[in-house]
Structures are given as structure tokens and as C-alpha cells.
């Protein structure tokens, strides 16, 4: 316990404290118990989401308690956020996605060991509260004056839309949880990011205003991508943790594809890599960049963490024969759907010719084209190569009934989906 924070600080997680030197000494002579809330505002997480479950996750082994918020209640309000007014869901649909993120949370916790998580939903503690209970035993503890100052709020009330009552209230629910949790727990950490210092700061505020307690607030820096905006739905680039939503073979391309400029930073976070792993790994990436051991390093623990072993394997066998000399007939059905997804290309028949084909998948823009490059040997179908342009493509080249992947040399390739 007495180095978590040391380990935090070290591996790029740590943006702000309420006080760090308190915050120091209460890890080194804990168990503390922490938590962090999750608002079901789409049917699954986000990579955004899964920095805090990371970071649960390493309080956790460390020794201490942690706790997961599921949102119900104040996600049926929603965060205020700086652009617009957040469309409300219903109450039957906020509750099956706060049933679809308790299940999702599940792998990256401990629930049953000598240590176990908890998971709680603030509907439990708040729906039975009236709007005077509410307005008398919590409204008082907090000042317009500063609640008009958190950046969303005060970026909303400079625009002509303004902000509801709704959302306006929404960080004394926030803050009433962390109040909750303190005194049903114990709970005196709270985790969250950085955007968020605002409402966690509104929590260990109305502990003190009403108990007469310190309490503790850490956040973590958003992290970016290399244009340096934050990920999440709202930014409309989730990186979500629902197969479903996100396939296995996106997300292991999508961390196989940072840029350099921003792997190891990734991997100190992200993952379990040791400091001497991760100097080797920066060495690599310094020495031979072309090689993207870091990139691969990252995209495989990553993937891993959320999806599991088969899983990755069976994206980095889909990555090598997509681009690199694996054998693409060999992709299993959903593997070789999911890679196709991320293809650009077009619908194609059986007895289409590989001339015609080239124009109907975009790796050319005429018959004439398609034919120079079918005759300098820059065309393949699944890692076949054609030269051939009256060849005519049969059934057997969709694999699984899905697609046959054309490729232009080594790095531009697009999916002939077959025309239903």
C-alpha cells in the first residue's frame, strides 16, 4: 500500500489531489476505501471509462477496497456537457444499460476474493428522496456562485441555449453519493478524470459541510489521441468495450495503430508492463520504429485486459493476414466479419472479373487503370496474387459468404462484399 500512489504518479496517472501529502499517508496506512461512478448514458463503457477501471483495479490489488458506481440515478439526468442539453433515455432504458455496465465491469475486478469489490446503483439511495428533503438537506450546502463556475456550466450559460435546472443540479446528485458512500463505507477516496474535479470536488465539499470530515478526491489525465481530443461518444470517437459495439479485431488495430509519439505513454497506463519492460520497449520504438513492438505490445495487453485471450489471438492472426503474410482463408466467420467492417470496398457478384472488380471496390478508377495495375502484378485476392484481368472471381473467393480481400501492393486492400 505505501507505494500505489509512487506507482501512479510514475506510470502517468495522476492529474490533480485535494492533498497530496494527506492522500499519501491515508494510502500508506490504509485500506482506504474508493470509489468510482459510471453513468449509463450508452448501453456500454468506453476507453475513457476503462482508464478509471484500470486504476480501481490497481487500488484493488494494492490492497484496497474498492467500490463501482453504476449510475441510475444520475443517469437519468447526465452530466452537463459544455456543447448542448443531453437527450434524456427513459427510465426502462437507463436501467438495462445500468444492468449492461454492472455485467460489463465484472472481468477487471475482484469480486469474490478476501477483497471483494462492490458494486452499488445510486437509484437505491435516491429515489426515495422528495424534491424538499432534497432542496432542504443537500441544496443548502452548495452556492450558486460557485456552482455557476465549473467549466461546463459556465459554458453553458454563455451560450443561447443555457442549461436546465435538470443538469444544472446534476453535481449535487454527484455530490450526494460520495456523502452516501462515506457514510454507509466509509469511503473517503473518490477517482475520476480531470474533466470531472468539478463534481468530485462538490463531494468531499458537502462531507465536510455536513460531517465535519476531510475526504479525498484524485483524478487522472483525459486521455487523447494524437490530435489531443479526449475519447469518448460525446467526441464521437468511443473506443467502446462491447464486442459488439467495437469488434476485437478494431480494437487491437486501434491500439496497434498509435502513433509513436504516444505508445509508451499508453503502456505505462494502460498496462502491467514493469519499468525495465517498458525502457526496452522505449528503446524500440527510439531504434527501430518500423518494427511497432510497443504498438503490438500495447494492442495484445490491452485487448487482452478487455476481451480476453482468444480473442486477441485471433485478432493479431486477422492483422497478419491482413496485412501482413498470415493466411486470410484461414479467419474464422466472425473474425474475417469484423476485419471486413474496417475495409473500405463494395459490393461484387460471382463472375465479376477482376478488372471490373478493381472499379467496384475503388482500387481503381477505370477499366484502363485496373488493367496497368493487373499487368505490373500489384493485384492479389486473398493474399493470391492475379494477373489475369478477364479472371473472374467465383463464389469460392468470398470467404465464409462474406468478402474476398483485394489488395493494391502490400498496404492499400479493400473487401468485394458479396452482392445479395
Same mark, same amino acid.
Given at each position: 500500500?505505501?507505494?500505489?500512489? !509512487?506507482?501512479?504518479?510514475?506510470?502517468?496517472?495522476?492529474?490533480?489531489?485535494?492533498?497530496?501529502?494527506?492522500?499519501?499517508?491515508?494510502?500508506?496506512?490504509?485500506?482506504?476505501?474508493?470509489?468510482?461512478?459510471?453513468?449509463?448514458?450508452?448501453?456500454?463503457?468506453?476507453?475513457?471509462?476503462?482508464?478509471?477501471?484500470?486504476?480501481?483495479?490497481?487500488?484493488?490489488?494494492?490492497?484496497?477496497?474498492?467500490?463501482?458506481?453504476?449510475?441510475?440515478?444520475?443517469?437519468?439526468?447526465?452530466? @452537463?456537457?459544455?456543447?448542448?442539453?443531453?437527450?434524456?433515455?427513459?427510465?426502462?432504458?437507463?436501467?438495462?444499460?445500468?444492468?449492461?455496465?454492472?455485467?460489463?465491469?465484472?472481468?477487471?475486478?475482484?469480486? !469474490?476474493?478476501?477483497? @471483494?469489490?462492490?458494486?452499488?446503483?445510486?437509484?437505491?439511495?435516491?429515489?426515495?428522496?422528495?424534491? /424538499?428533503?432534497?432542496?432542504?438537506?443537500?441544496?443548502?450546502?452548495?452556492? $450558486?456562485?460557485?456552482?455557476?463556475?465549473?467549466?461546463?456550466?459556465?459554458?453553458?450559460?454563455?451560450?443561447?441555449?443555457?442549461?436546465?435546472?435538470?443538469?444544472?443540479?446534476? =453535481?449535487?446528485?454527484?455530490?450526494?453519493?460520495?456523502?452516501?458512500?462515506?457514510?454507509?463505507?466509509?469511503?473517503?477516496?473518490?477517482?475520476?478524470?480531470?474533466?470531472?474535479?468539478?463534481?468530485?470536488?462538490?463531494?468531499?465539499? /458537502?462531507?465536510?459541510?455536513?460531517?465535519?470530515?476531510?475526504?479525498? $478526491?484524485?483524478?487522472?489525465?483525459?486521455?487523447?489521441?494524437?490530435?489531443?481530443?479526449?475519447?469518448?461518444?460525446?467526441?464521437?470517437?468511443?473506443?467502446?468495450?462491447?464486442? =459488439?459495439?467495437?469488434?476485437?479485431?478494431?480494437?487491437?488495430?486501434?491500439?496497434?495503430?498509435?502513433?509513436?509519439?504516444? $505508445?509508451?505513454?499508453?503502456?505505462?497506463?494502460?498496462?502491467?508492463?514493469?519499468?525495465?519492460?517498458?525502457?526496452?520497449?522505449?528503446?524500440?520504438?527510439?531504434?527501430?520504429?518500423?518494427?511497432?513492438?510497443?504498438?503490438?505490445?500495447?494492442?495484445?495487453?490491452?485487448?487482452?485486459?478487455?476481451?480476453?485471450?482468444?480473442?486477441?489471438?485471433?485478432?493479431?492472426?486477422?492483422?497478419?493476414?491482413?496485412?501482413?503474410?498470415?493466411?486470410?482463408?484461414?479467419?474464422?466467420?466472425?473474425?474475417?466479419?469484423?476485419?471486413?467492417?474496417?475495409?473500405?470496398?463494395?459490393? $461484387?457478384?460471382?463472375?465479376?472479373?477482376?478488372? !471490373?472488380?478493381?472499379?467496384?471496390?475503388?482500387?481503381?478508377?477505370?477499366?484502363?487503370?485496373?488493367?496497368?495495375?493487373?499487368?505490373?502484378?500489384?493485384?492479389?485476392?486473398?493474399?493470391?496474387?492475379?494477373?489475369? @484481368?478477364?479472371?473472374?472471381?467465383?463464389?469460392?473467393?468470398?470467404?465464409?459468404?462474406?468478402?474476398?480481400?483485394?489488395?493494391?501492393?502490400?498496404?492499400?486492400?479493400?473487401?468485394?462484399? /458479396?452482392?445479395?
Amino acid at each position: 500500500m505505501s507505494n500505489i500512489l !509512487d506507482e501512479l504518479q510514475w506510470r502517468g496517472a495522476v492529474a490533480q489531489t485535494t492533498d497530496e501529502t494527506q492522500l499519501r499517508d491515508a494510502l500508506a496506512n490504509g485500506p482506504l476505501t474508493v470509489y468510482c461512478g459510471f453513468d449509463p448514458t450508452a448501453p456500454s463503457l468506453h476507453f475513457g471509462n476503462l482508464v478509471q477501471l484500470i486504476q480501481l483495479r490497481r487500488l484493488q490489488r494494492a490492497g484496497h477496497r474498492v467500490i463501482v458506481l453504476v449510475g441510475g440515478s444520475t443517469g437519468l439526468i447526465g452530466d @452537463p456537457r459544455p456543447s448542448a442539453e443531453r437527450v434524456l433515455k427513459t427510465k426502462d432504458q437507463t436501467a438495462q444499460w445500468v444492468a449492461r455496465i454492472r455485467e460489463q465491469v465484472q472481468p477487471f475486478l475482484d469480486f !469474490d476474493g478476501d477483497n @471483494p469489490a462492490i458494486a452499488v446503483n445510486n437509484l437505491d439511495w435516491t429515489q426515495g428522496i422528495s424534491a /424538499l428533503d432534497f432542496l432542504r438537506d443537500y441544496g443548502k450546502h452548495f452556492r $450558486v456562485n460557485g456552482m455557476i463556475k465549473k467549466d461546463a456550466v459556465a459554458a453553458r450559460l454563455n451560450s443561447e441555449q443555457g442549461i436546465s435546472y435538470t443538469e444544472f443540479s446534476y =453535481q449535487i446528485l454527484q455530490a450526494l453519493d460520495y456523502l452516501h458512500l462515506f457514510r454507509e463505507y466509509g469511503c473517503t477516496l473518490q477517482l475520476g478524470g480531470s474533466d470531472q474535479w468539478g463534481n468530485l470536488i462538490a463531494g468531499s465539499d /458537502l462531507i465536510r459541510s455536513v460531517e465535519g470530515k476531510s475526504v479525498h $478526491v484524485l483524478t487522472s489525465p483525459l486521455l487523447t489521441d494524437a490530435s489531443g481530443q479526449k475519447y469518448g461518444k460525446s467526441e464521437g470517437n468511443a473506443i467502446w468495450l462491447d464486442a =459488439q459495439m467495437t469488434s476485437p479485431y478494431a480494437f487491437y488495430q486501434y491500439f496497434l495503430n498509435v502513433e509513436d509519439s504516444e $505508445v509508451i505513454k499508453l503502456i505505462k497506463f494502460m498496462t502491467d508492463r514493469t519499468k525495465d519492460e517498458i525502457a526496452e520497449l522505449e528503446r524500440a520504438v527510439a531504434e527501430e520504429p518500423f518494427k511497432r513492438v510497443a504498438q503490438k505490445t500495447l494492442a495484445a495487453d490491452v485487448t487482452t485486459l478487455v476481451h480476453g485471450e482468444a480473442a486477441t489471438a485471433g485478432a493479431i492472426a486477422a492483422s497478419e493476414a491482413m496485412f501482413g503474410k498470415g493466411d486470410v482463408t484461414a479467419l474464422d466467420a466472425r473474425t474475417l466479419r469484423d476485419a471486413v467492417a474496417e475495409l473500405p470496398g463494395g459490393e $461484387v457478384s460471382p463472375g465479376t472479373t477482376l478488372t !471490373d472488380a478493381l472499379i467496384a471496390v475503388g482500387i481503381a478508377e477505370s477499366r484502363n487503370a485496373a488493367r496497368r495495375l493487373i499487368g505490373d502484378g500489384a493485384i492479389s485476392v486473398n493474399n493470391a496474387k492475379l494477373d489475369d @484481368p478477364e479472371h473472374e472471381l467465383s463464389a469460392d473467393d468470398f470467404l465464409h459468404g462474406v468478402a474476398a480481400i483485394i489488395k493494391r501492393g502490400r498496404k492499400h486492400q479493400a473487401a468485394a462484399r /458479396l452482392a445479395h
